[in-house]
């Protein structure tokens, strides 16, 4: 039912910058925390940074300090800038989503299709 589109992917020059946006619709229900997984060739996919509907980040260890994750409640839309990129940056990026649901005592999770981020030396 929840469905999650991403824009903002690109080709960019190491250094450069680019803004991920993630665009949650379909239930109306609140997605409590948003995020972005990204996964380079041959590797596990992992964690890049997630945001609560309360405000609290987390983020990779080797992205803190040039990567920033924001939330627009409202709209459940979320945005990772990401700065001084670095070519080891290069990955699918997945926007994700993760909401409550209290009659089966448990979570549900969304992904979306993934975006591809190439960042050339």
């Known amino acids: 039912q929840v469905h999650l589109v991403e824009s903002g992917g690109d080709l960019v020059q190491s250094g450069g910058s680019l803004r991920l946006s993630c665009a949650a619709s379909?239930?109306?229900?609140?997605?409590?925390?948003l995020g972005w997984y990204r996964q380079a060739p041959g590797k596990q996919r992992e964690l890049v940074a997630d945001i609560s509907s309360g405000g609290i980040t987390h983020y990779a260890d080797s992205v803190k300090g040039r990567f920033t994750i924001s939330r627009d409640g409202a709209k459940n839309t979320v945005f990772l800038q990401m700065n001084s990129l670095k070519p080891e940056d290069t990955a699918v990026y997945y926007c994700?989503?993760?909401?409550?649901?209290?009659?089966?005592?448990?979570?549900?999770?969304?992904w979306g299709q993934g975006i591809q981020v190439n960042v050339s030396s």
């Open positions: 994700n989503a993760k909401r409550s649901i209290p009659s089966i005592h448990g979570w549900e999770y969304f």
């Open positions: 379909g239930d109306g229900f609140r997605l409590d925390i």
